[in-house]
């Protein structure tokens, strides 16, 4: 598999790798088990600092897209192909869109919805 970060793309260098590693699991170049390498190594690799590729494998690990072995490395997980599919940010995105929705709906003017989502966000901590 090769991995290639555009510095120039607007789109952040972490979200570049998770999508570059989950579309490898969708079309079989990367299998279930297969090792990835190392953050340290990656970052290296690639030329990008270790925070960024510690948090596309912390993101990809919370999507069970990989999973992290300890001191025994980082695998591709056993479900990875049918958790690849699955894009969190897409669904949240599309759930808080469904909600401003129904609140403007109802009247709600913007700022009032911001402000209720920023009360609501600071409720659950």
């Given at each position: 598999?090769?991995?290639?970060?555009?510095?120039?793309?607007?789109?952040?260098?972490?979200?570049?790798?998770?999508?570059?590693?989950?579309?490898?699991?969708?079309?079989?170049?990367?299998?279930?088990?297969?090792?990835?390498?190392?953050?340290?190594?990656?970052?290296?690799?690639?030329g990008l600092n270790n925070k960024t590729v510690a948090k596309a494998y912390s993101l990809l690990e919370r999507d069970s897209v990989i999973q992290t072995k300890g001191?025994?490395?980082?695998?591709i997980h056993a479900n990875a192909k049918e958790n690849a599919a699955f894009d969190l940010n897409a669904w949240v995105r599309n759930e808080i869109s469904n909600s401003i929705k129904a609140c403007r709906e109802a009247g709600a003017t913007d700022s009032e919805i911001r402000i209720a989502f920023g009360d609501a966000m600071q409720d659950q901590f």
């Open positions: 598999m090769q991995i290639q970060i555009n510095i120039d793309d607007p789109v952040p260098q972490f979200a570049q790798l998770i999508t570059q590693i989950k579309n490898a699991v969708q079309e079989g170049k990367l299998s279930p088990g297969d090792a990835l390498p190392s953050i340290r190594q990656l970052a290296n690799d690639l001191y025994r490395g980082t695998y």
